[in-house]
T-cell receptor
Framework: EAQVTQNPRYLITVTGKKLTVTCSQN?????MSWYRQDPGLGLRQIYY???????DKGDVPEGYKVSRKEKRNFPLILESPSPNQTSLYFC?????????????FGAGSRLTVL | QKEVEQNSGPLSVPEGAIASLNCTYS??????FFWYRQYSGKSPELIMS????GDKEDGRFTAQLNKASQYVSLLIRDSQPSDSATYLC??????????FGTGTRLLVSP
């Protein structure tokens, strides 16, 4: 089944404790991106990647890091999480063929930072 | 002014009626427009894309685009309770730059 897999789905952590949210897609998509979704603010792009070793900032990159060492994986790293990073996070992928904005989303990762 | 604006709703329609969802955007150079549907507790899924002025129909869904008025709409004919969800309008404003509205919640009552 073609899909984007995120882990963990739910996480409660404490301020300052580094964490990584993994994202993997099995569709050989070139493009991958991370979004956060907050009530009243909608979906906002954190980082995106055009291909392996090619990443760039989205609208709200502060406090996050990403890497794209393999085409299928695009982890989101929170080096020192803070309570304002409590949110619902979605990883998405898309292909050059279908169009960069035709996104397939993962199931989401709900993060709570205490 | 937000880049993409939607009425948050809820928009309530009876089963079988036409639901009309609206979206305005601020970037005049935008060329690509999308409607994503998000069920409660689920991830967004693409239901329609539109690139040219006019109407685009797909089953019970019709997307309408008016670039001069910077307006995109989604019509859902013969609305079903299973259409109850939040509908997100998204506008492409650059390479890999997709800006989402905050969504309109649609409730279809049996």
């Amino acid at each position: 089944e073609a899909q984007v897999t995120q882990n963990p789905r739910y996480l409660i952590t404490v301020t300052g404790k580094k964490l990584t949210v993994t994202c993997s897609q099995n569709m050989n998509h070139e493009y991958m991106s991370w979004y956060r979704q907050d009530p009243g603010l909608g979906l906002r792009q954190i980082y995106y990647s055009m291909n392996v070793e090619a990443t760039d900032k989205g609208d709200v990159p502060e406090g996050y890091k990403v890497s794209r060492k393999e085409k299928r994986n695009f982890p989101l790293i929170l080096e020192s999480p803070s309570p304002n990073q409590t949110s619902l996070y979605f990883c998405a992928s898309s292909s050059l063929f279908s169009g960069a904005n035709v996104l397939t989303f993962g199931a989401g990762s709900r993060l709570t930072v205490l | 002014q937000k880049e993409v604006e939607q009425n948050s709703g809820p928009l309530s329609v009876p089963e079988g009626a036409i639901a009309s969802l609206n979206c305005t955007y601020s970037d005049r150079v935008s060329q690509s427009f999308f409607w994503y549907r998000q069920y409660s507790g689920k991830s967004p899924e693409l239901i329609m894309s539109i690139y040219s002025n006019g109407d685009k129909e797909d089953g019970r869904f019709t997307a309408q685009l008016n670039k001069a008025s910077q307006y995109v709409s989604l019509l859902i004919r013969d609305s079903q309770p299973s259409d109850s969800a939040t509908y997100l309008c998204a506008v492409n404003t650059g390479f890999q730059k997709l800006v989402f509205g905050t969504g309109t919640r649609l409730l279809v009552s049996p």
